[in-house]
């Protein structure tokens, strides 16, 4: 079994800074790219940042230059830091992982997480 659980949502005001944190567990051999997705009402889910397993990088061009996606293979754990947050950035966030499980290392699946909420008031 491999899951993904994401934390460090909250309400927050404009211009504040938040931190969501991701730890996948269970049965993992390995894990390729981890990234963080969001999904406002009445959008569709898109991608803000990813990571490789190797640390390169990408970003939204909307949050280009606020946000920072780490990750920190030996704990299995991505981060996402969310500076000069504005009212735009507030949706569900979902952590996304490629990972290869020990019951079955040839294959890749994608995992998700469950959401963490981030709402900026203005």
């Known amino acids: 079994q491999v899951q993904l659980v994401e934390s460090g949502g909250g309400l927050v005001q404009a211009g504040g800074s938040l931190r969501l944190s991701c730890a996948a567990s269970?049965?993992?051999?390995?894990?390729?790219?981890m990234g963080w997705y969001r999904q406002a009402p009445g959008k569709q889910r898109e991608l803000v940042a990813r990571?490789?397993?190797?640390?390169?990088?990408n970003y939204a061009d909307s949050v280009k230059g606020r946000f920072t996606i780490s990750r920190d293979n030996a704990k299995n754990t991505v981060s996402l830091q969310m500076s000069s947050l504005k009212p735009e950035d507030t949706a569900v966030y979902y952590c996304?992982?490629?990972?290869?499980?020990?019951?079955?290392?040839?294959?890749?699946?994608?995992?998700w997480g469950q959401g963490t909420q981030v709402t900026v008031s203005s």
């Open positions: 269970g049965s993992i051999f390995s894990i390729n790219d």
């Open positions: 996304n992982a490629v990972i290869s499980s020990i019951q079955n290392r040839v294959y890749t699946s994608n995992y």
């Open positions: 990571i490789t397993s190797g640390g390169n990088t």
